[in-house]
T-cell receptor, first 114, second 112 residues
Framework: AQSVAQPEDQVNVAEGNPLTVKCTYS??????LFWYVQYPNRGLQFLLK??????LVKGSYGFEAEFNKSQTSFHLKKPSALVSDSALYFC????????????FGTGTSLTVIP | NAGVTQTPKFQVLKTGQSMTLQCAQD?????MYWYRQDPGMGLRLIYY???????DKGEVPNGYNVSRLNKREFSLRLESAAPSQTSVYFC???????????FGPGTRLTVT
């Protein structure tokens, strides 16, 4: 069975500090991993993805994520948080061998405090 | 280039009423998806369509039907709405292969 866990419902960070939003996954095969961001009353927007290769993936708006196969994690990071980064963040996984379905975490609400 | 559009944006239904949510895309993507988003539960897949004329059930298909009549459009129908179907519904599309999904703006549905 495929699943994604985001252990923190809420993350608060001061502006200018580094931020981390955690994600762990469970798939039967090798994963494709994704991060999306959702601003209030909007649809989800793609941030970055891991397919293969370098474990550190860089994406939009200065975000990056590190794939760790042994810990089955794909944490989202940014070196210096902005107030405008405040939003809802979703991790998603797709099993390479299991067709077209994506599985989403429950989301983490990030608040960057000025 | 509008991307993924959804209509309506808001809808209020009474229990037992029916309605169809519409999704259209102009990105020439092959796959289309319907999700519902509920607080604390993330996004759950209702149905998806890998290509025109094909549909498959997702995690929570009960109470819904879908139709993929052409490559651009993928509709979601509630035949007899129930309060448990109160949610925000998102349509998404994907080209093919290892690509990401693109989401519409959502439809906020309330069933009273």
């Amino acid at each position: 069975a495929q699943s994604v866990a985001q252990p923190e419902d809420q993350v608060n960070v001061a502006e200018g500090n580094p931020l981390t939003v955690k994600c762990t996954y469970s798939v039967s095969g090798n994963p494709y991993l994704f991060w999306y961001v959702q601003y209030p009353n909007r649809g989800l927007q793609f941030l970055l993805k891991y397919i293969t290769g370098d474990n550190l993936v860089k994406g939009s708006y200065g975000f990056e994520a590190e794939f760790n196969k042994s810990q089955t994690s794909f944490h989202l990071k940014k070196p210096s948080a902005l107030v405008s980064d405040s939003a809802l963040y979703f991790c998603a996984v797709r099993d390479r061998s299991a067709g077209n379905q994506f599985y989403f975490g429950t989301g983490t609400s990030l608040t960057v405090i000025p | 280039n509008a991307g993924v559009t959804q209509t309506p944006k808001f809808q209020v239904l009474k229990t037992g009423q029916s309605m169809t949510l519409q999704c259209a895309q102009d990105m020439n993507h092959n796959s289309m998806y319907w999700y519902r988003q509920d607080p604390g539960m993330g996004l759950r897949l209702i149905y998806y369509s890998a290509s025109e004329g094909t549909t498959d059930k997702g995690e929570v298909p009960n109470g819904y039907n879908v139709s993929r009549l052409n490559k651009r459009e993928f509709s979601l129908r509630l035949e007899s709405a129930a309060p448990s179907q109160t949610s925000v519904y998102f349509c998404a599309t994907r080209l093919e292969g290892i690509t990401e999904q693109y989401f519409g703006p959502g439809t906020r549905l309330t069933v009273t």
